[in-house]
């Protein structure tokens, strides 16, 4: 159950965290980012693997960020 908890929270927070960027290349490399840092950080709540929590979720926010386009996800909109 708390792995399904924080698979929720990263997927969450990759989706909402692609947003930063306007061209798909800028939107999939701070997808990466954010979605490495998240990875990680929830495989070591839960006692997984950090480096196996970090490459999933870069290729989560990677491909979320290159799927999506700035009318899509944009946090920057008032």
Aim: hydrophobic fraction near 45%; charged fraction near 15%; aromatic fraction near 0%.
């Amino acid at each position: 159950m708390r792995s399904l908890i924080a698979g929720l929270l990263v997927a969450v927070l990759i989706a909402g965290l692609t947003g930063c960027g306007t061209t798909t290349r800028e939107r999939a490399t701070s997808g990466a980012g954010v979605g490495a840092a998240v990875g990680a950080g929830a495989s070591a709540i839960t006692g997984g693997s950090i480096v196996r929590g970090a490459v999933i979720g870069a290729g989560v926010g990677a491909a979320t960020g290159a799927l999506t386009d700035e009318d899509d996800i944009n946090l920057e909109r008032d």
